[in-house]
């Protein structure tokens, strides 16, 4: 936040683009166990909603973006791999795997985070099979199968999508159709509203302070990257902690 103090976009904005980074770079390598048979991971959907040009959406977005575009061996899929093709194909790229020192088991996993200053155009007009398939995609299944024209079936392993977005109020209606309200889609996303911006900044300069907190926050990221295994509650005031080694 202190990183950020200078800029027009709105605190919440960068509280959640913030969030969204760090969930990037933990990808499907860190988890929490939660009641019986259940697995919880870090991906969000974020979404920032705020009139075109008035509140400062996409530099906040952009911040986060490239922060997490340096953090090795996570993958942030490009603005145009929008539609349900498109990022079926960057999951199946991704995928990786790794040591879990919780069981000490090679897991493959398939995380990718999608940054869109425009969610519509990531999300299109109406497509509800898109929109029912980011619902799926959401609960980070270990398999995911679906249908292909020439092979058949196919499946994914380990999905895990993790998506920050942003959008005028006026697209949410044309993005997603009445029928998908209900489904489930909306109830996943974290919507973050604001009218305007925080502040005018007639001109950003970055001293030397604040590119030297870039480093630290960018080697911070790096780090948050590098951990893996589950997170447990300690019984002294419920805090998390993880299972995590450095990969090589």
């Given at each position: 936040m202190e990183y950020t103090d200078n800029t027009e976009s709105p605190t919440s904005y960068h509280t959640w683009c913030g969030l969204s980074a760090i969930a990037g770079a933990l990808q499907r390598r860190v988890y929490l166990?939660?009641?019986?048979?259940?697995?919880?991971?870090?991906?969000?959907?974020?979404?920032?909603?705020?009139?075109?040009?008035?509140?400062?959406?996409?530099?906040a977005i952009g911040i986060a973006k490239d922060f997490l575009k340096n953090v090795s061996g996570v993958t942030v899929v490009p603005e145009s791999s929008s539609g349900r093709q498109a990022m079926i194909q960057a999951m199946k790229r991704a995928v990786v795997s790794f040591t879990d020192p919780s069981d000490d088991k090679i897991k493959f996993h398939c995380s990718v985070t999608a940054f869109s200053e425009e969610l519509s155009v990531f999300?299109?007009?109406?497509?509800?099979?898109?929109?029912?398939?980011?619902?799926?995609?959401?609960?980070?299944?270990?398999?995911?199968?679906?249908?292909?024209?020439?092979?058949?079936?196919?499946?994914?392993?380990?999905?895990?999508?993790?998506?920050?977005?942003?959008?005028?109020?006026?697209?949410?209606?044309?993005?997603?159709?009445?029928?998908?309200?209900?489904?489930?889609?909306?109830?996943?996303i974290i919507f973050i509203v604001e009218e305007k911006k925080r502040k005018i900044v007639p001109e950003y300069t970055i001293t030397?302070?604040?590119?030297?907190?870039?480093?630290?926050?960018?080697?911070?990221?790096?780090?948050?990257?590098?951990?893996?295994?589950?997170m447990h509650f300690t019984e002294e005031g419920k805090k998390l902690y993880v299972d995590w080694y450095i990969r090589e």
């Open positions: 166990r939660w009641g019986i048979g259940q697995v919880i991971y870090p991906n969000l959907y974020v979404v920032l909603i705020g009139a075109s040009g008035r509140t400062r959406k996409g530099v999300l299109g007009q109406g497509d509800i099979a898109y929109l029912s398939n980011l619902t799926d995609w959401y609960d980070s299944k270990d398999d995911w199968e679906y249908e292909t024209v020439s092979r058949g079936k196919d499946r994914l392993e380990g999905l895990c999508l993790n998506l920050c977005g942003g959008t005028a109020p006026d697209w949410i209606q044309s993005m997603i159709p009445q029928e998908a309200l209900g489904g489930g889609f909306t109830s996943r030397d302070e604040v590119a030297e907190l870039g480093q630290r926050l960018q080697r911070d990221l790096d780090r948050i990257g590098n951990l893996s295994g589950e």
